[in-house]
């Protein structure tokens, strides 16, 4: 007998609509049935492609005497952190600030006013590692519920009390300045892991927004040690086990910190930033690896992700079928010798085994090994290894492929825009660029209304019910931004300018502080505001960074002003936790280079030698710069109004902070203008 979850559109949900718990979904009614019956609420978070949910799901939540306990003296809600990371937010905040710790799935215990009061995160079926049982855990809680409640809604509002003591104290309103981005450097460099790329111990994260400020950095400063770090990173990475060294693609994290296993899972987010870092680093340095490993990814992202409607889904999961029906993590990417033997043969597998470092013993479980691609001496057939590849991706083709999250998330979708869109230009794959305008207009057509509100999610077709966050509103300016740049269609700018109006009115505060929900949003416990970097861009430096490009494209000073402001809060955390502010280093770089703004007009975009400038536009490397082309006369983009053409020839401006070098005919001048500080 299917539960309440299964009308949501929520894969996660609908994963669970058949459990024996009688699950709600996140709703004013589950509440008001829980002070019906006087009984505390279970609230469950967690995400689709999430492995430890699995287990508990299938050890607790499929369990008979366990959902029998629950459905008795609980009111048991369900919630997917994808669609509503607001949720997930406030009460990721509580479990962090109560045990030091966070993650999924995430388990909470909440009064019928959604208040906290007892915290956890996976709990298995038999007590283990010092953990209690789940079961005890909810004998344990309902006991207290039953026979000291006074204590328990004295801890909850407490806990309340003190998150609502939480807000950001914002600080100093200017944004940082060369001191504070030379700070935050050192910090980096301080936690940089100089054997193996990255930062930090296990487990290892893609730092993609940390990478974006280096080369922005570099490309400012011309500081070596900053392109060293982003590029040695992006070596490391693209060598190991966390990409896939036949599908392409980077999975969530590696669980080492040599980059060699990862947990498995593939994210649209991690996917989206890092094809954009490998793009642009190829654009700072012209490497032939950060060009393969960048269309590889896009590749990846339009096979693999891409849903019918044309935008692209939320995750693969780390679990697949064995090919025994058993459910296992990394079944489908991981490889012993005897199966590259079956399908290669012994002297191709042989080599195989060298070239993705393939071992008896195994680099994963059961003398398993993911693939790696480690340094070498010699040289290998390139197309005798390119046979190798296209036969184990064959072969690999017929695993039981792991399951895919088909919603489509506003924000990650964004994402994904602004990386397909560069790449395609970048590479000149117009099918990339065509992907990238195809997700931007399902967006438009789908998750906005009349009034230009988004809204989260939607799958086969159809929008959900939940409000856009901030992060969907900046992250899909942002993207539909880089579109206008790259196609030179300037209702992106004009759909661009809609989203971050609505950053301006709803998601900002007197102060210029922004928060993740918007002002007339569901009412939470607290209102969520996080301006740290986490697997995303924060929303706040997500629209710091939008804003100002906006103002670059427009001339706005009110979305200019509100983007300095935003960044105030990069000036406090910078210097001092530079690894979780990354994107808005990134936004600040370009707020100190300008940013550069780029008119291209010509006769037409067609024309080869406008479409030679414009091309160079898009490759400078001056950070966060503006481009935008059109014909002369155009009313297109602001940037081109009164830009004629240079004696009858196709020529770029490039101006800053109210300057403007002389307009030039040449691709090599405007190469250089866009590398070195202009003349002021």
């Keep these: 007998m299917p539960n309440r979850l299964a009308h949501e559109t929520s894969p996660y949900l609908l994963q669970h609509a058949d459990n024996p718990v009688d699950w709600w979904p996140w709703s004013d009614e589950a509440f008001e049935e829980a002070r019906r019956r006087d009984v505390p609420v279970l609230l469950s978070v967690g995400y689709s ?75 298995p079926p038999e007590p283990r590692h010092g953990m209690p049982s789940f079961r005890q855990v909810l004998q344990g809680v309902h006991q207290a519920w039953a026979e000291r409640r006074d204590e328990v809604t004295e801890v909850a509002g407490k806990i309340v009390r003190d998150l609502a003591g939480r807000e950001i104290s914002y600080g100093d309103a200017q944004p940082p300045g060369q001191a504070e981005l030379g700070q935050a450097l050192l910090g980096l460099t301080r936690e940089y892991d100089p054997q193996r790329g990255g930062f930090g111990g296990a487990p290892k994260f893609p730092p993609s927004m940390v990478i974006e400020f280096l080369l922005r950095h570099h490309a400012r400063t011309g500081a070596d040690g900053a392109l060293e770090m982003a590029r040695d990173t992006c070596e490391r990475m693209a060598r190991g086990g966390i990409y896939d060294q036949l599908g392409g693609g980077f999975a969530r994290y590696s669980v080492d910190r040599e980059w060699v296993v990862p947990h498995f899972e593939k994210m649209l987010y991690d996917n989206a930033l890092l094809c954009r870092v490998y793009a642009h680093l190829w654009r700072a340095t012209g490497s032939d690896l950060a060009r393969r490993v960048a269309l590889e990814t896009a590749d990846f992202m339009v096979r693999e992700l891409r849903t019918a409607e044309g935008g692209f889904a939320s995750a693969l999961d780390a679990d697949s079928d064995d090919g025994m029906g058993k459910h296992v993590e990394g079944a489908y990417y991981v490889w012993t010798p005897a199966q590259l033997t079956e399908v290669l043969g012994a002297d191709d597998a042989a080599l195989a085994a060298q070239y993705f470092g393939v071992t008896v013993e195994g680099t994963f479980e059961h003398g398993s090994s993911v693939l790696q691609l480690p340094q070498h001496e010699g040289v290998f057939d390139a197309d005798r290894i390119a046979s190798v590849r296209q036969r184990l991706l064959a072969a690999r083709d017929g695993r039981p492929a792991p399951g895919r999250d088909d919603k489509v998330v506003a924000a990650w979708n964004g994402l994904a825009i602004a990386a397909l869109a560069e790449t395609g230009a970048y590479f000149e794959r117009p099918d990339l660029v065509e992907a990238a305008v195809a997700a931007a207009d399902l967006l438009v057509r789908l998750h906005l209304d009349e009034q230009a509100r988004l809204f989260r999610t939607s799958k086969d077709g159809r929008a959900g019910a939940h409000a856009g966050v901030l992060e969907d509103y900046a992250d899909v300016a942002e993207g539909f931004l880089a579109l206008a740049s790259v196609t030179g269609e300037g209702v992106w700018l004009d759909f661009a300018g809609l989203l971050l109006d609505h950053v301006l009115t709803r998601f900002t505060d007197d102060s210029g502080s922004l928060y993740d929900t918007a002002s007339d949003a569901e009412r939470l416990i607290r209102r969520p505001q996080d301006p740290t970097d986490n697997a995303t861009p924060s929303g706040w430096t997500a629209a710091a960074n939008a804003l100002l490009s906006y103002a670059a494209h427009t001339g706005s000073a009110p979305h200019r002003t509100a983007a300095e402001h935003a960044l105030g809060v990069v000036k406090a955390l910078g210097p001092r936790v530079p690894r979780f502010v990354g994107w808005g280093l990134a936004a600040a770089e370009a707020l100190l280079d300008g940013p550069r703004e780029v008119a291209v007009v010509g006769p037409a975009v067609g024309d080869d030698a406008t479409r030679g400038l414009h091309r160079t536009a898009l490759l400078g490397t001056a950070p966060g710069a503006v481009v935008a082309v059109g014909a002369e006369g155009s009313d297109e983009f602001p940037l081109l109004a009164g830009r004629p053409l240079v004696g009858g020839a196709p020529a770029a401006y490039v101006c800053r902070n109210f300057t403007c070098d002389a307009p030039t005919t040449d691709p090599e001048r405007l190469r250089t203008a866009l590398r070195t500080a202009l003349n002021s």
């Design 49 to 123: 492609s999430c492995h430890w949910c699995h287990v508990m799901a299938h050890e607790s939540f499929e369990d008979g005497p366990t959902a029998e306990f629950l459905n008795s003296h609980f009111v048991n809600v369900k919630v997917d952190r994808e669609e509503r990371p607001d949720v997930d937010a406030v009460y990721m905040e509580a479990v962090q600030a109560a045990t030091g710790q966070g993650g999924w799935p995430m388990t909470v215990f909440l009064t019928p006013d959604a208040e906290p009061f007892y915290f956890g995160t996976y709990y």
